[in-house]
Every structure is written in C-alpha cells, then in structure tokens.
C-alpha cells in the first residue's frame, strides 16, 4: 500500500512540474502566433511615403498593392483642387498627405495638409514669402518635395537671393526656419530635404556659393557642412544607404558622383562625371550605384560599389549615352533598371553588365519619374497618361489610364494607394478605403 502511495505522490510531482513547461510552450506558440499576424498585417497595411523617392529614396512601394486601372467611375477615391502651382510630389504620414505651393499673388511659398482618408484639407500655411527666383520655365517655386519625421514637416524653398528651411508641426505651426545660405541658379531650385540621422539633409549646389548641409530636425541647428568643388547647379535629390556595412549619403552634382560620411559629411569617396549638371536621384542597389547626368549631354554610368578616395579608373562598370534622361529618375526594381527618358523613350537595362534588353518610343514628353510596386511599373507622362507595365524586359503593358492634366510631379505609394499631383489637382487613386 504504502508503494502505491508512493508511487502515486511520484507521478503527482511529474505531472505538477510538466504542467509549468507544457503552459509556457502553449504561451510562446500563441505568442508566435500573434507576432506572425501582427508582422502580415503590417506587411498588409504598408507603409508611409514621408519624402522624395519614397522611405528608402528608390521609388517602390511595399505592402498592399496598387491598382492597375482607374477611370472617372473605378479607384479614384478622392480629387482635390490645389491652389497655386508646384511640380513637388505628395508625400505620405499617418493620416496625412502633405504638398507644397507656390502662389504669385502674394509671392508666398505654402505647405498644405491634407486628410488622406478624405481628401480634406486641414491647413494651408505659408512658410516663405519673397520675390521670385530664376527659374527654367518648366520649374515652379514649389519643386522641392517636402519630408516628415512623423513630428515635423520639412520644406525648402528659395527666393532671388536665399534659400530657406523650415521645419512645420503637424497643426502647422512653424517650429523654426533657417538660411543656410545664398542661392542662385539661373534654372531655380528643385532638389528635396532628405531625413538622415534625426536631421534633414539639403542639397544647395548652384551656380552661386554651392553647399550640402545637415540640419537638426529639432532645433534646425547645422551640424555639418560639405563644400563641392565646383560651384555649378545641379537639382539632384541625395540617397542614404549602406555599403559594406557603413551607411553613405550618395550625392551626384557638380561634375561628380560622390560618396559623403552621413557622420560628419566628409567625401569617403569619387567618380568625376558621368556629366556636369545633373536632376536624376541616383538608383542603388545589385553592388552598384547608377548616377545618371543630363547637361550638356546625357550621360550615365554604373560604379561598383566599394572604395575609398578617387574611383574614377577603376569603380565604373559600364558608361551610356543613347536615349539616357536628364530629369526623370529611373527605376531599379528587382533585375531591371527601367529608364524613361523626357522625350518618352524606353529602355530596359540588365544592371550589372549593362546589356540593353529593350528599347522603343513610348510616346509623350517626361518630367515624371516611374515608381514601382510588387512587378507593376508606373510611367505617367505630361500628358496625364499613365502606363502601367510589368517589372520584365518585354515592356508588357497591363493598362493605360489618363488624369487628362498635365502631370510632372512623381507618384507617391502608400497603404494600396497612389498619390499624384497634377497642375490643378492632387488624386488618391485606390481600390479599397483605407
């Protein structure tokens, strides 16, 4: 008897100390479980658009797709007229979408807030009133696309004698502005804030005293400068990234393609060219960097990653100058490097041996610049046409669709939905509500 009752209290004890582990286990699946759900379903949901080129400066969406079709009765969720004139690009946070204006009476340069649900306006502030700069007559006052850290809005704008930053809350109030500098360009100003390391990166190159400044985002406090070489314009919106396990600020200007310290913005390295003056965001990506100039010829080139100092003779892979564009960025999405050119000429490129996989004339002048989801690609010429074709080198369409307005700003992705900006309106084009 006495065996029995102890081999009773035995198995009691066993049991009493698997129910703990078998507990814990059935925890930790569920646990597994909701962080797998939670993970689809921010994979689901997106992601904001907050500058130029999207979070990672490369023009793809992620997320919940696009669709391919629109007309006056199908995905248009919302139209809004916007004031002014600007060939900024929208951008995208949390429940907002924000674009910058210009207006000619008064000379004010705006920011507006936008309800991304809606489509209502919020508010509309001005951020910089001044005379107008020079400009090319295809540019505006309000070309440089703003960026949001989720806390502030910041916008670049110059007038005929500065330039001027300033960082916007998000009940449009502006927190502080800065003049980093004089400003002159006989073309005007187009390139866009860059967020970078808690602080916003802005690209001054002109034909007057040229600079690359970093700016607090708190307090709008320089903490570094870079000085180019030449004084020379050039519109071209840097690229934050990482090569060989350190992070770079990729900045194409002033004769050069260059390498920066995102630290302390010190040049890590060089190539000269591919050309003098450039608009193109460079694209990266497959071990390369793809600079693309325009003036006085357009020109671009691959340059391997990996190096220090002059790379010049050794870094650059393959040069083009046939059907290149000056002002729309290209698009490296997957295996492929798809080029628009302004005229409306298409080229498809294998990105590391350079090989042209296809080319032909698409139709109609370009100053937007495509943007990519999943395997679609999205070409929207001045015309409003926007062609959408298949991430491959056969140049497959899948659907053309027209704003009929004039469109030369780019595209923003976000959330299953794309923002565009025309000459009078902004869109959000979407199948299904937010």
């Given amino acids: 008897m006495e065996t029995i009752r102890t081999k009773a209290k035995a198995q009691s004890k066993a049991v009493a100390s698997t129910m703990p582990k078998r507990n814990f286990i059935r925890l930790s699946w569920f646990a597994l479980r909701l962080l797998a759900i939670f993970c689809l379903s921010m994979e689901a949901r997106g992601e904001d658009w907050p500058m130029w080129r999207g ?8 997320g919940v797709d696009v669709p391919a079709t629109w007309s006056t009765s199908e995905n248009i969720r919302w139209k809004l007229a916007i004031p002014g004139e600007g060939r900024s690009s929208p951008i995208v946070c949390k429940d907002s979408v924000f674009v910058t204006t210009s207006l000619t009476e008064p000379l004010s340069r705006r920011l507006i807030r936008i309800d991304r649900d809606t489509g209502r306006m919020v508010w509309d502030v001005e951020v910089h009133r001044g005379p107008t700069e020079k400009q090319h007559r295809q540019n505006t006052s309000a070309s440089s696309t703003p960026a949001t850290d989720g806390q502030r ?55 007057g005293g040229a600079f690359v400044v970093l700016l607090d985002g708190v307090t709008g406090k320089e903490r570094w400068r870079y000085k180019p070489e030449t004084n020379l314009r050039s519109f071209s919106t840097p690229v934050l990234t990482t090569i060989e396990g350190g992070r770079q600020i990729i900045l194409a200007g002033a004769k050069q393609t260059v390498g920066l310290d995102p630290e302390s913005g010190e040049r890590i390295w060089w190539v000269d060219g591919p050309t003098e003056k450039f608009v193109c965001t460079p694209s990266i990506g497959l071990g390369h960097i793809f600079s693309f100039g325009g003036s006085p010829s357009e020109r671009a080139f691959a340059i391997r990653q990996g190096g220090r100092g002059d790379l010049t003779k050794t870094n650059i892979v393959w040069t083009k100058e046939r059907s290149m564009p000056y002002v729309p960025t290209p698009l490296l999405l997957g295996k492929y490097l798809h080029i628009m050119n302004d005229a409306g000429i ?7 041996s350079g090989d042209v996989l296809k080319t032909l004339r698409k139709g109609g002048n370009n100053y937007s610049s495509p943007v990519g989801i999943r395997d679609k690609v999205y070409f929207f010429d001045d015309s409003g046409l926007c062609t959408v074709i298949r991430n491959s080198p056969d140049y497959e369409v899948l659907a053309k669709n027209s704003l009929d307005e004039l469109v030369q700003a780019s595209p923003a992705i976000s959330e299953g939905a794309l923002y565009i900006r025309g000459e009078r309106h902004l869109w959000r084009i979407g199948s299904v509500p937010r």
């Fill in 55 to 62: 979070p990672r400066g490369d023009g793809i969406g992620q």
């Fill in 153 to 207: 809005i910041y916008c670049a704008f110059v007038d005929d004698q500065k330039m001027v930053v300033s960082a916007v809350d998000w009940d449009g109030e502006i927190v502080w502005t800065v003049t980093p500098g004089g400003y002159f360009a006989s073309h005007g100003f187009a390139a866009s804030p860059v967020l970078c390391d808690g602080g916003v990166l802005i690209n001054g190159h002109q034909d």
């Fill in 346 to 352: 298409y080229s498809c490129v294998e990105p590391v």
